[in-house]
């Protein structure tokens, strides 16, 4: 059906202590009503030796947050723990139960000569929600393509890029390439959300709160004209009055959207034959690559 997800961002720089960050929810709470994923930014509370012993209570006041609001929540945190050290985000599910954690794969320079230093991690993290799939990058994640194909491969909804600066117009450039969502959420004020056109979406800024809200629709359909017409034809002979349908004429591409709820834009495309854009490009690329080994 069509699949209405509310995001709160809350973009500031690193909270004093735990105090702060819980006094900055606590004001958050008005319009954290209602939503579907709340997201702090990269290292919320700094990276500093004081992070070892607040980690649990760190931990223990996002929880608390999640559960309350019935909200998803990802958090980034200094996983600072005796002898190890990762840059982390963390998230925790609408009953305030933590699911997982992703850990940069490519720390910042500066933050390798931290003590203990920060560990690169090795691993793409993705999360299955009834609303999608979502999936995380950090900050300097931004300059290794690598990073946002992988996750494309392991079929992200959204991708979540918690940092310390802007990132700019390039994350619109994977959220095009990849086909998913982007959503940033910054230490330094700004917070930005592509859709899978790489066409920017408009939150409506809460200055007081450092906060911006964003409502998306994660079931909207992404497909190439290529193989797809046929199936799109009777489709809409049948469900004219169901589908939106939007054309980008330059690339070639169909954006299906559910006109009410009840109705999924995705599920009926999938009925009718239909392949979504980026599982297009990626049989394409597993059929050429075939081609090629004979």
């Known amino acids: 059906m069509a699949q209405g997800c509310r995001i ?3 973009n500031r720089a690193p909270f004093a202590d735990i105090g702060e960050l819980r006094t ?3 004001k958050a709470a008005a319009i954290a009503a209602g939503a579907d994923l709340v997201v702090l930014p990269e290292t919320c509370l700094g990276q500093r030796n004081e992070n070892q012993q607040w980690l649990p209570e760190t931990i ?4 608390e947050f999640a559960a309350t609001h019935k909200t998803y929540l990802a958090c980034g945190i200094d996983s600072n723990e005796p002898n190890d050290r990762f840059n982390s985000v963390h998230f925790i599910d609408r009953s305030g139960t933590p699911v997982g954690r992703y850990d ?15 560990r690169p991690g090795t691993n793409t993290v993705t999360w299955h929600t009834e609303l999608g799939r979502f999936g995380v990058a950090t900050c300097f994640d931004i300059n290794f393509p690598a990073v946002w194909a992988d996750l494309r491969a392991a079929k992200a909804d959204l991708v979540i890029w918690p940092s310390a600066y802007d990132g700019g117009a390039v994350l619109g450039a994977y959220a095009t390439i990849h086909h998913y969502y982007v959503l940033s959420c910054t230490q330094s004020g700004d917070s930005r959300l592509y859709d899978p056109t790489g066409t920017r979406i408009s939150g409506v800024g809460h200055p007081e ?9 994660l079931d909207t359909g992404f497909y190439h004209e290529n193989f797809n017409m046929d199936g799109l034809e009777r489709l809409l002979a049948e469900h ?11 690339e070639q591409w169909i954006v299906l959207r559910a006109r009410r709820s009840g109705i999924s834009a995705r599920a009926l495309a999938k009925q009718y034959g239909m392949e979504e854009l980026r599982d297009y490009v990626a049989r394409s690329q597993t059929a050429i690559d075939r081609a090629r080994a004979r």
């Open 104 to 118: 940069k794969r490519y720390p910042y320079w500066p933050e390798l000569d931290l003590e203990p230093p920060v």
């Open 60 to 63: 223990g006041v996002l929880r």
């Open 8 to 10: 709160v961002t809350i």
């Open 24 to 26: 900055c929810l606590d």
């Open 209 to 217: 709160l450092d906060a911006t809200v964003f409502d998306i629709d």
């Open 240 to 250: 004219s009055d169901d589908i939106e349908v939007e054309r980008l004429r330059p």
